[in-house]
């Protein structure tokens, strides 16, 4: 069998490569919701956000995995980190950085 230019070693290669890529499009969107939904536990029970720790724990994820959709919702402007009082074990208050959705209509933090 001969290849000649334009014509590729394997059929119809661009579409399974279209396909895998929707499928990882698809995964990404699922993982960011799963997280998104989690930070909303947290600021429902009274936190102002959730922080890595408290998502690692809810979801059963890596600290690698919990970081990097993070990251990922940080670039598409999609959640916020934010810094906030949160009480610990003995009761007394820690400074604790913690990630919720953007407010809409917010630029920066508002606190």
């Known amino acids: 069998m001969s290849v000649t230019s334009g014509e590729g070693v394997f059929p119809n290669q661009g579409e399974r490569d279209a396909e895998k890529a929707a499928k990882v499009r698809e995964k990404l969107a699922a993982e960011g919701e799963e997280l998104r939904r989690g930070m909303d536990a947290e600021v429902a029970n009274g936190d102002a956000a959730a922080t890595k720790n408290r998502l690692r724990e809810i979801l059963g994820w ?9 990251d990922r919702l940080l670039c598409d402007r999609t959640v916020e980190e934010i810094k906030f009082m ?15 959705r953007r407010v809409e209509g917010a630029l920066f933090s508002t606190e």
């Not at 890596?62 to 993070?70: E, G, M, N, P, S």
């Not at 074990?89 to 604790?96: D, K, M």
């Open 62 to 70: 890596q600290a690698k995995r919990v970081t990097d959709v993070i």
């Open 86 to 100: 949160k009480t610990v074990g003995n009761g007394g208050q820690r400074e604790v950085t913690g990630y919720r």
